[in-house]
Antibody, heavy 121, light 106 residues
């Protein structure tokens, strides 16, 4: 069974950089599928941030205006999210997830439990 | 970006009822639509993909239909555990986008 677990700081200051890691167990990143980040502000809906393949190919949401970077560490079976120039609008629960199949735009069938991130001074 | 609009925004129903939630895309997405259920404090759960294909382990009382711009999620014989917020997601064109959600209270 595939298991994903997000980790990272729960509180970050405005203008700083958020770094989150998604640790994957039960499946090797190098075996395929795309791996993504999705966030959910308090009381609001879901926003796709971007996805990555094990070879480093990425797709990003243009709405983040180049503030986001997703990278993969196959040796540790992890992938990560970096979001720069944070504002209060980035306060959200951040989820990592795996796609249903080997296409980059496929829906997500396995999700982490989510990590709550608050941007505040 | 493709805008996804769900209706209603919330619905109340009773055990045994039939509930229908609709999702409209701002442009055609063929059948590349997925539905998720999310309960408070938990990650979303994939219910249906490619408009009408039931994800493994999802009860058959959930069904999806539609193509192009108009889609429907139907839950028949509503059960107490079916509460939560339901989201549609288009997987046709980047960026991937979600509907705003429909809250279902039992």
């Amino acid at each position: 069974q595939v298991h994903l677990q997000e980790s990272g700081p729960g509180l970050v200051k405005p203008s700083e950089t958020l770094s989150l890691i998604c640790s994957v167990s039960g499946y090797s990143l190098t075996s395929g599928y795309y791996w993504g980040w999705i966030r959910q502000p308090p009381g609001k809906g879901l926003e796709w941030l971007g996805s990555i393949y094990h070879n480093g190919d990425t797709d990003y949401n243009p709405s983040l205006k180049s503030r986001v970077t997703i990278s993969v560490d196959t040796s540790n079976n992890q992938f990560s999210l970096k979001l720069v120039s944070l504002t209060a609008a980035d306060t959200a629960v951040y989820y990592c997830a795996r796609t249903l199949d080997f296409t980059s735009s496929a829906p997500f069938d396995f999700w982490g439990q989510g990590v709550r991130v608050t941007v505040s001074s | 970006d493709i805008q996804m609009t769900q209706s209603p925004s919330s619905v109340s129903a009773s055990v045994g009822d039939r509930v229908t939630i609709t999702c409209r895309a701002s442009q055609g997405i063929n059948r590349w639509l997925a539905w998720y259920q999310q309960k408070p404090g938990l990650a979303p759960r994939l219910l249906i993909y490619a408009a009408y294909t039931l994800q493994s382990g999802v009860p058959s009382r959930f069904s999806g239909s539609g193509s192009g711009t108009d889609f429907t999620l139907t839950i028949t014989r509503l059960q107490p555990e079916d509460f939560g917020t339901f989201y549609c997601q288009q997987t046709d064109t980047f960026p991937i986008t979600f509907g705003q959600g429909t809250r279902l209270d039992i």
